[in-house]
Each structure stands twice: as C-alpha cells, then as structure tokens.
C-alpha cells in the first residue's frame, strides 16, 4: 500500500497546455506540501496545505493552483505551461510539523513541456 | 533564516570504501535533523533522523549525530556498496517547512 500516491508519474505536453498532477495520502496526516525538484536536484517548497488551508505559498507563479478537496487529497493544477516548469513535482505528506514528525513523499511526477 | 549547507558532489568511491558526506546547518530553536535518500528514477526516502542534540540516527548501515555545538549531521558509512549510489540530501524541520540541501551525488564503483 502506497502512503503517498501521486499520478501521473511521466507527463509529456506541449507548451501552452493546462495540466493537472493528482496526488492522495492514506497516511490520516494533516498536512501536505508540493515540492520542486529542478535538474540539478534542487528541492523546493511550493505549497503546503494544514487541514486544507493553506500556510505556505511560496514565490510561485500564479499559473500553479493548489486544491484540497480533503486533508487526504492535494492536487496541482498548473495553467499555460512553459518550458521552464519541466522538473519533478513530488508530494509529500506530514502530521503537523514540529520537532520529531517526519514528512513523507510521493515517487514524483515528472514533466517535460515541450 | 533556516538553511542546510551540504557538501557538494559528486562523489566517487569504490565499494568497501568509507563515506561521510558533510552537512552543517543553521537554524533558530531546536530543529529536527534528516538524511533522505534518492535513488535513480526514484522519488526520496528516509533514510534516518534525529530529533535533539547528540542523537544518532541510524539504517541500513549509515550513521548520522546531531551536533549541537558544530551545528553538523554529517553521515557516515563505513562500507559503501554499489546499491548505495544515489543522491542523498541532509534537511531540517523550519516553521512548516523542510528545507533540505543541495544534495550529494554518490557513485560507488566495484
């Protein structure tokens, strides 16, 4: 059983396209996040949600939407794509984020806009 | 602000070699310390993790100590095999948030 689960893991699209990448965690945590991964490894927070609010949202184009239909669920939608949004998005998951707690992640969606 | 400074890579050994990858941070109040791991085409994983000063995480053979008074998690391997290549980055707990390093590559050779 998957903890953190997230589709599609191979995206390929045309540049101008709107995609959407689903993520879900079966975990019971409270709080999500969406990270970007460039290529040269580099992570990066974009989102995190608490109980489907958000609490951090970086400097992120506006093209990137974050939806919480659930605590279990946080889904990305991404608008007009570009070839610079090419990189893996991973997911993660945690209970509320203090000392000790441990964020888990998905196995990655990786996007190629071309 | 909080941040992790990680040795840069890559880095090449042969198996049966010995490994330690440096990383030092800094942080205001008491973070928690984290070795994740990525292997090719995968997405990260725990490898292991400390919560206060002078713990030691430990899995799979690799080793880290919180140091409190050098602000360092270094990780340490004593042997290194050939499934060890991968890409590992050192991370610390902010206020909701993981920040992690810039990741080092390792290359294990037979």
């Known amino acids: 059983d998957t903890a953190v689960s997230q589709t599609p893991k191979y995206l390929v699209t045309q540049m101008g396209n709107d995609k959407s990448i689903k993520c879900e965690q079966n975990?019971?945590?409270?709080?999500m996040y969406w990270y970007k991964q460039d290529s040269k490894k580099f992570l990066k927070i974009m989102f995190s949600?608490?109980?489907?609010?958000?609490?951090i949202n970086e400097t992120v184009p506006n093209r990137f939407s974050p939806k919480s239909p659930d605590k279990a669920h946080l889904n990305l939608h991404i608008n007009s794509l570009e070839l610079g949004d090419s990189a893996v998005y991973f997911c993660a998951s945690s209970l509320i984020l203090r000392s000790g707690n441990t964020i888990y992640f998905g196995e990655g969606s990786w996007l190629t806009v071309v | 602000g909080d941040s992790v400074t990680q040795m840069e890579g890559p880095v090449t050994l042969s198996e049966e070699a010995f490994l330690t990858i440096n990383c030092t941070y800094t942080a205001t109040g008491y973070p928690s310390l984290f070795w994740y791991v990525q292997y090719p085409g995968e997405g990260l994983q725990l490898l292991l993790k400390?919560?206060?000063?002078?713990d030691k995480g430990s899995n799979k053979g690799f080793e880290a100590t919180y140091r409190k008074e050098t602000t360092s998690f270094h990780l340490e391997k004593g042997s290194v095999q050939v499934s060890d290549s991968a890409v590992y980055f050192c991370?610390?707990?902010?206020?909701?948030?993981?920040?992690f390093g810039t990741g080092t590559r390792l290359t294990v050779i037979p």
């Open positions: 975990l019971g945590h409270d709080t």
């Open positions: 400390a919560t206060k000063a002078d």
């Open positions: 991370a610390l707990t902010g206020a909701n948030n993981l920040f």
């Open positions: 949600y608490n109980n489907k609010e958000l609490i």
